[in-house]
Antibody
């Protein structure tokens, strides 16, 4: 079964740092672009970042410089390193597989909740 | 920056009725890169349609997509009870790399 499982969310104070993880199974992880997306409580979906290789990473302009996406193909795991967290970063964070062709998201994890609050 | 607008914001219909959801882009979008998702409360989104009109794996044929340029439509031919949810359109290709519309909620009348 193709599956993505996120972990690492929780409650963190403004200004803090955190790393989210996404463990993939059921497909050849290294062959796919992978992404992080988020959804603030009661709001819509927002794309955060996408990676194919270390030299092929993409970020939403508003997050560039604070968030870093990475992957470990040997562990079939995707990461999102988040620094200088703000209250507005509070959201459910999803990892998702990018479908090509189509450039959309065909497999999603269940999400991990991040709350940034003092 | 490309903006996607969805209408209506909420669509109140009964099971068995036809639902027509609109997604409009602020500039022309390649049909190859327009997708639709369904999201139910507490769940992750599910891909329904990609390439404007191709159904994703396992999606029933009551869901169909159409459109080109700046105007795209998701149609649900006959609503089933499990179809009441929020629907998002999404595009790839312009800054930002991926953009979502604000969503249309289909609820039970």
């Amino acid at each position: 079964e193709v599956q993505l499982v996120e972990s690492g969310g929780g409650l963190i104070q403004p200004g803090g740092s955190l790393r989210l993880s996404c463990s993939a199974s059921g497909f050849t992880f290294s062959r796919y672009y992978m992404s992080w997306l988020r959804q603030a409580p009661g709001k819509g979906l927002e794309w955060v970042s996408t990676i194919y290789s270390p030299g092929s990473t993409y970020y939403a302009d508003s997050l560039k410089g604070r968030f870093t996406i990475s992957r470990d193909n040997s562990k079939s795991t995707l990461y999102l390193h988040m620094n200088s967290l703000r209250t507005e970063d509070t959201a459910v964070y999803y990892c998702a597989r990018v479908k090509l062709p189509g450039d959309c998201f065909d497999i999603w994890g269940q999400g991990t909740m991040l709350t940034v609050s003092s | 920056e490309l903006v996607l607008t969805q209408s209506p914001g909420t669509l109140s219909l009964s099971p068995g009725q036809r639902a027509t959801l609109s997604c409009r882009a602020s500039q022309s979008v390649s049909s190859s890169y327009l997708a639709w998702y369904q999201q139910k409360p507490g769940q992750a989104p599910r891909l329904l349609i990609y390439g404007a009109s191709s159904r994703a794996t396992g999606i029933p044929d009551r869901f169909s997509g159409s459109g080109s340029g700046t105007d795209f439509t998701l149609t649900i031919s006959r609503l089933e009870p499990e179809d009441f949810a929020v629907y998002y359109c999404q595009q790839y290709g312009s800054s930002p790399l991926f953009t979502f519309g604000p969503g249309t909620k289909v609820d039970i009348k």
